[in-house]
């Protein structure tokens, strides 16, 4: 298995940026940043494979971006436009090469109105 770790969150004001960073100790697989808001279901935003290719929820397409670098076995998602609905604890789940689920701690986004 693979450690997973996240940054990057903080407080910031809607209309703001943030840009939140997933590193692991191994090869990531495919990639995805969920978050979970207070009372709710975890929930994915955006995913990306192991060749590039990006997915989003709908309700972050057009102002949030999943991108990667394997050579520093990193994944990064670049918030735009935020909005008080983002604000959540963000975790990245990595697959590792054994295709095994592997969470990190979590960041805390949270967006002031």
């Known amino acids: 298995q693979v450690r997973v770790m996240e940054s990057g969150g903080g407080l910031v004001q809607a209309g703001g940026s943030l840009r939140l960073s997933c590193t692991a100790s191994?090869?990531?697989?495919?990639t995805g940043w969920h978050r979970q808001a207070p009372g709710k279901q975890r929930e994915l935003v955006a995913g990306?494979?192991?060749?590039?290719?990006?997915n989003y929820a709908d309700s972050v397409k057009g102002r949030f971006t999943i991108s990667r670098d394997n050579a520093k076995n990193t994944v990064f998602l670049q918030m735009n436009s935020l909005q008080s609905e983002d604000t959540g604890l963000y975790y990245c789940?990595?697959?590792?090469?054994?295709?095994?689920?592997?969470w990190g701690q979590g960041t805390q986004v949270t967006v002031s109105s």
């Open positions: 789940l990595a697959y590792d090469r054994a295709k095994r689920p592997n």
């Open positions: 191994g090869t990531m697989f495919s």
């Open positions: 990306i494979s192991t060749d590039g290719k990006p």
